[in-house]
């Protein structure tokens, strides 16, 4: 898909089309197949939240971080998993939320890429969750600032707002590549 189609398509084609590259999700409703969408459920203080599957390799609990001097705030810290250095981001400061203490809910969101290694601490990890097309809410895209950038979409089901944001889009943003200066 080409830049400008990107920019142009509505955000549950873009889920969709994503979906399509990494595999496709199916599951039977009633009469038949529907074609759904499957993201891992995730809280960050007040906002419910879903990344795509494919995006996340593993779920930790918070392991002891290192703090790295003169590294941005959100950056509270790298870790040792299993013998190798994992920079976490807190999302939440990264989103411009408020700073919260360290509770036993927490966990770390791998980051499913070989080429930038790092874990997202949330508050709550929930489990995976599947979507349908008439579960989508654009007007979730428009009433998120901070998080606005890094959405690819919104859903809405049984009266919560889930919205779908992406860790490639974070990773590729100006401020997380400079962290640590």
């Known amino acids: 898909m080409s830049s400008d189609a990107v920019a142009a398509a509505e955000p549950f084609d873009l889920l969709r089309a994503l979906e399509a590259q990494l595999s496709a999700a199916r599951m039977d409703v009633a009469a038949g197949y529907t074609e759904s969408w499957t993201g891992l459920a995730f809280r960050v203080r007040s906002f419910w939240l879903l990344a795509p599957r494919e995006d996340v390799r593993e779920i930790i609990r918070r392991p002891k971080l290192t703090r790295v001097p003169g590294a941005s705030a959100w950056l509270p810290g790298v870790a040792n998993v299993r013998g190798a250095l994992l920079p976490i981001t807190d999302l939440a400061l990264w989103l411009g939320l408020s700073s919260m203490p360290e509770t036993r809910e927490q966990r770390i969101l791998v980051f499913n890429s070989d080429r ?66």
């Open 116 to 181: 930038i290694p790092t874990g997202f601490l949330v508050d709550e990890v929930v489990g995976y969750r599947q979507f349908v097309p008439s579960d989508q809410r654009h007007d979730l895209m428009t009433s998120a600032d901070s998080m606005r950038p890094f959405l690819l979409g919104g859903f809405n089901r049984e009266g919560r707002d889930w919205r779908v944001i992406s860790f490639h889009r974070i990773t590729r943003d100006p401020r997380f590549v400079a962290a640590g200066t």
